[in-house]
């Protein structure tokens, strides 16, 4: 049993809301939060823990990143400045076919893992190929890993079918139940790639399996309006009939809803992983998040693929998302400070069905755990953490990052992975697809 006592400038727990603690340390037992307590305290009650004074930092929960392809961070900057669909057909997807194998999902995918843990994030909701080369990277970085079994009508290098898809997802689920910190969903890629009977195999499944279902919705206009010239009506009210909608399903996207279209997803508990850099870089839409949340619908923030964002940066990210909710309902109080700390942690933890377990500073979770220095020029002088960590610091100041207890980043340093070796992996795979 190893104890560990962090005494932090700022602890800022999440859960109560809008608390700020001075003057306390968080002790870890293990992978668990074990108390919260004034430092003097901690001090007194365990004098043979290790005891890492943090003066200058905001602690808070690990950032949890609710929509992402982590694999694509080897086709970062392939293609830019395209709308989603030339992006896909013309230029991702024959990247995909040519080069996506086991290998390129783990290098692809640990190499994403590291630049996240060095950005805060502890948490990843994924959706890509190769689903056991996701659950093998996340093993070997220590983050917590949620694998989503990309599900499609079409073939790829991965599998030839639906019903091929399915397989590999069920087969996948089997073989890593149980392992800490590795979770799935099924991820049928979007309603314009998947068919009727395909969804209502996916829900039978997630059911059967008792896991989640994460599908991008909604992303752009155009999958709107095909999907009421092919079917008559909107995919969201599609999903309803074919009995997608529930408080297990995660809705990636959803940039263009109606009221009625939030209504629905109010009334079904569907949780909404907002990614605010990709929706603008592909010019797909605002979404109308302070609409959604009024009408009490969970919200958690996501950095999608490193090929359409081009960063998988958390702490930019989520203040984007409550910049543009500002100007996009004309409202400066839509998602504040506090407000957007907890879409980017506790509120993504609640999509996924990890709330008791993550996406807060509470006695008995998991110890995900983050610290930010605010030292530096840039978030001096300090009136309100809170407000510098959504605001103005920058991914370059988490300092630490520990998943479950375990120290994954210390001082800016990756304590699991090879910094030097995942670099030269991505050298390499950079001669394979665009040899020069």
């Known amino acids: 049993m190893t104890i560990t006592c962090l005494h932090p400038a700022y602890l800022i727990p999440v859960e109560p809301a809008s608390q700020v603690l001075t003057g306390?340390?968080?002790?870890?037992?293990?992978?668990?939060?074990?108390?919260?307590?004034?430092?003097?305290?901690?001090?007194?009650?365990?004098?043979?823990?290790?005891?890492q004074d943090l003066p200058n930092h905001a602690l808070t929960p690990g950032f949890i990143n609710l929509h992402g392809h982590s694999a694509m961070s080897l086709l970062r900057g392939l293609a830019d400045d395209l709308a989603l669909m030339d992006w896909l057909n013309h230029h991702i997807w024959p990247a995909e076919k040519a080069h996506v194998s086991d290998e390129f999902v783990f290098d692809g995918t640990s190499f994403a893992m590291a630049e996240m843990l060095r950005g805060g994030t502890t948490t990843i909701n994924d959706m890509y190929f190769h689903h056991t080369a996701v659950a093998r990277a996340g093993i070997a970085s220590g983050m917590n890993t949620?694998?989503?079994?990309?599900?499609?009508?079409?073939?790829?290098?991965?599998?030839?079918?639906?019903?091929?898809?399915?397989?590999?997802?069920?087969?996948?689920?089997?073989?890593?139940?149980?392992?800490?910190?590795?979770?799935?969903?099924?991820?049928?890629?979007?309603?314009?790639?998947?068919?009727?009977?395909?969804?209502?195999?996916?829900?039978?499944?997630?059911?059967?399996?008792?896991?989640?279902?994460?599908?991008?919705?909604?992303?752009?206009?155009?999958?709107?309006?095909?999907?009421?010239?092919?079917?008559?009506?909107?995919?969201?009210?599609?999903?309803?009939?074919?009995?997608?909608?529930?408080?297990?399903?995660?809705?990636?996207?959803?940039?263009?809803?109606?009221?009625?279209?939030?209504?629905?997803?109010?009334?079904?508990?569907?949780?909404?992983?907002?990614?605010p850099a990709s929706n603008l870089k592909l010019a797909s839409g605002f979404a109308r998040v302070h609409a959604m949340q009024q009408?009490?619908?969970?919200?958690?923030?996501?950095?999608?693929?490193?090929?359409?964002?081009?960063?998988?940066?958390?702490?930019?990210?989520?203040?984007?998302?409550?910049?543009?909710a500002k100007a996009q309902s004309s409202d400066p109080t839509a998602v504040n400070a506090h407000t957007a700390l907890r879409m980017a942690t506790l509120d993504g933890a609640k999509?996924?069905?990890?709330?008791?377990?993550?996406?807060?500073?509470?006695?008995?979770?998991?110890?995900?755990?983050?610290?930010?220095?605010?030292?530096?020029?840039?978030?001096?002088?300090?009136?309100?953490?809170?407000?510098?960590?959504?605001?103005?610091?920058?991914?370059?100041q988490v300092s630490h990052a520990w998943v479950r207890g375990k120290a994954l980043l210390v001082n800016r340093e990756l304590q699991t992975l090879d910094q030097q070796a995942l670099l030269a992996k991505a050298r390499w795979w950079q001669q394979r697809i665009h040899p020069q």
Request: one cysteine or more.
């Open 295 to 324: 009408a009490g619908i969970n919200i958690g923030i996501g950095t999608d693929g490193a090929a359409s964002n081009n960063k998988l940066d958390m702490m930019a990210d989520t203040r984007l998302a409550a910049i543009l």
């Open 146 to 275: 949620v694998v989503g079994c990309s599900i499609l009508e079409f073939p790829t290098g991965y599998a030839q079918d639906a019903a091929g898809y399915l397989q590999l997802a069920e087969d996948a689920i089997n073989e890593y139940r149980g392992q800490a910190g590795i979770g799935f969903t099924l991820a049928p890629h979007a309603p314009y790639t998947v068919a009727d009977d395909t969804f209502r195999k996916v829900a039978a499944m997630a059911a059967d399996k008792g896991v989640r279902i994460h599908c991008h919705i909604h992303e752009t206009n155009d999958e709107v309006q095909g999907s009421i010239s092919q079917y008559g009506k909107r995919p969201l009210a599609r999903l309803a009939e074919l009995g997608l909608l529930s408080e297990q399903l995660i809705a990636a996207h959803m940039v263009h809803t109606t009221d009625e279209d939030i209504a629905l997803l109010a009334k079904h508990g569907v949780h909404i992983a907002h990614n």
């Open 351 to 396: 999509a996924l069905g990890l709330a008791d377990r993550t996406g807060s500073l509470t006695v008995g979770k998991q110890a995900d755990v983050i610290a930010i220095d605010l030292s530096a020029i840039e978030t001096q002088p300090v009136f309100d953490p809170v407000s510098h960590v959504i605001y103005a610091a920058g991914r370059e």
């Open 24 to 51: 306390h340390a968080l002790v870890m037992n293990d992978s668990l939060i074990e108390a919260i307590l004034p430092s003097e305290e901690a001090r007194l009650r365990y004098p043979d823990a290790i005891h």
